[in-house]
């Protein structure tokens, strides 16, 4: 295999190109060219905390319990443990290809190396594409929550309907951003203690949520009826396919972002076994508190259309506001600041796949060089994560003038980036270890089958939301020439990227001629 080339520090503009980084950073994997980012400076703890961070399970929740329950009703957890199959399958991937090819562009880079170019391109454009969805989303979510907890705490409800103007919700959205971008900016250590703090609240809040829904749900009108079942966790009872297939796409949504670890694997120590293990101890955790939060949620408010009913279609895009004054009482303030935290500190560390990736691409010469510039005191892709958050703001601000139902539209077709470029890593995962798949049965499990079963569970996913979304009741209800508006995003989004990834191919051929990160670079196989 040939040695990594260490190439002359160069310096522009007050930063250092991270497609030239110093020796001394230069990685123990032959095959990763090193970016300059700060070594070792996030654990095992730090990287959990920050997948946590991302996924934001509080927001998730309170955003998905209504939902789910008025697609599947009593399987509700079923549905969960449903969507967190694939999402371990993937991780799975994502684990193995780490710790042969600890690169910080990730699905990136490892589709590269497996199937070329052009696909390595798109799975990169489908993750930064992603993240931009997500990041305007939260920082509206954190902005809408900010002005309902000062409602909450002043008693004054004109305070939260001050925050619903449209300038004052865009001003304040852009002053999250701008502060989340800083924050990104500064470094992983800033980053880590930001994040401990916010994911610590945000998990105690919830920790006591489920435990006051436990013992309340005896006295509580509405669930009188309702008593805990195992059959709650049966998928085979949801009453049809469609409605499985509906309660899925939203289950899948609210694990997204566990693999912020992974692209934190250059500033991990023990880079090649950290991130995977990191990504894991995310799952775990997750998967235990959404159970558990789904089946208390259940007990306590059961699964009606009205009152604080989980089914409520007036409360569904938001339970816990419905919840936090029955469930628990004078501490309800607690949970508002919970989504609050939930929603500021994932918007905070949305930023570190999207700035990654795409400081790898630009290393790699799939994007402009000015992405590879990386910070020489802080020692991060200062650039990239300036434009994303740029980005996001303009994303934003355009959208929330221009038509609220476009804005919603595009968080909905979210799914469809998350199914693409996820399903693309694991495929890429097999094909990348085939010549190992018989060294042993660990390796045709961990490296084969589970892949490439998280790869077909989320490509059907993708293809079925792909057909729902043509309807233009998915969504808002909004139509393009009789099209949904969803669909209309979703494949328009993969269109663009097609489009800026062949005046890309113009203006760096080097890098889809396959001279620069090949898809002939043998793996380096880990051995047990």
């Known amino acids: 295999m040939s ?9 522009e503009g007050g930063e250092t190109t991270g497609a030239v980084a110093a020796a001394e950073a230069a990685s123990s994997h032959e095959s990763v060219q090193s970016k300059g980012l700060s070594k070792n400076s996030v654990g095992l703890t730090g990287s959990a905390v920050i997948g946590l961070s991302t996924v934001a399970p509080v927001y998730c929740l309170t955003s998905t319990l209504g939902p789910t329950v008025g697609e599947v009703g009593l399987q509700m957890p079923a549905v969960f443990l449903a969507g967190f199959l694939p999402m371990l399958l993937v991780a799975f991937a994502y684990r193995e290809l780490n710790n042969a090819v600890p690169d910080c562009g990730t699905s990136f880079t490892w589709t590269v190396k497996a199937f070329g170019p052009r696909v390595g391109w798109m799975c990169g454009w489908g993750l930064v594409v992603a993240t931009v969805i997500v990041l305007s989303n939260l920082a509206g979510v954190a902005a809408e929550f900010l002005y309902l907890l000062l409602a909450e705490i002043t008693g004054n409800s004109g305070i939260a309907e001050f925050g619903e103007r449209t300038p004052v919700h865009v001003v304040t959205v852009l002053v999250l951003i701008a502060v989340a971008t800083a924050i990104s900016y500064r470094g992983m250590t ?9 994911v610590g609240l945000q998990m105690l809040v919830l920790a006591m949520f489920v435990v006051m829904a436990f013992a309340k749900s005896d006295s509580v009108a509405q669930a009188a009826d309702l008593h805990f079942s195992w059959s709650w966790f049966d998928p085979f009872s949801v009453s049809s396919f469609a409605a499985f297939t509906a309660g899925l796409s939203l289950s899948i949504f609210i694990y997204w972002g566990w693999d912020a670890t992974l692209t934190l694997n250059e500033e991990t120590s023990d880079s090649d076994k950290t991130p995977g293990r990191a990504a894991m101890l995310a799952m775990v955790v997750l998967v235990s508190s959404y159970a558990l939060t789904a089946v208390a949620a259940m007990m306590f408010a059961g699964t009606g259309s009205e009152g604080i009913g989980l089914g409520n279609p007036e409360t569904s895009d938001n339970v816990f506001a419905a919840l936090a004054g029955p469930v628990m009482g004078p501490f309800s303030v607690l949970l508002f600041l919970a989504v609050l935290a939930s929603a500021s500190a994932s918007l905070q560390t949305t930023f570190l796949p999207a700035a990654r990736t795409m400081l790898a691409m630009s290393t790699y010469k799939a994007m402009p060089e000015s992405f590879s510039r990386v910070h020489p005191r ?10 994303a958050g740029v980005g996001t703001g303009v994303f934003y601000s355009v959208m929330a003038f221009v038509s609220e139902n476009v804005l919603v539209d595009t968080v909905y077709a979210l799914g469809l980036m998350i199914c693409f470029y996820y399903a693309l890593t694991a495929f890429a995962c097999v094909w990348y270890f085939r010549r190992d ?7 045709l499990l961990y490296r084969g089958v589970m892949p490439l079963a998280g790869a077909l569970l989320l490509t059907a996913v993708f293809f079925k939301t792909l057909y729902d979304t043509w309807d233009p009741a998915y969504g808002s209800g909004s139509a393009v020439a009789g099209v949904g508006s969803v669909f209309v995003i979703g ?23 396959g001279e620069v990160l090949t898809r002939e670079t043998p793996a380096m196989v880990v051995e047990d």
């Open 3 to 11: 040695q990594v080339q260490h190439r002359t520090m160069a310096r």
């Open 190 to 198: 800033a980053t880590k203690w930001f994040q401990y703090s916010l």
């Open 378 to 387: 802080f020692r991060t892709p200062g650039r990239a994560t300036v434009v």
């Open 437 to 443: 798949l018989t060294g042993s049965v660990r390796k």
């Open 491 to 513: 494949v328009g989004v993969l269109v663009l990227g097609a489009v800026l990834m062949e005046i890309m191919r113009r203006r760096s051929p080097a890098f889809f001629r």
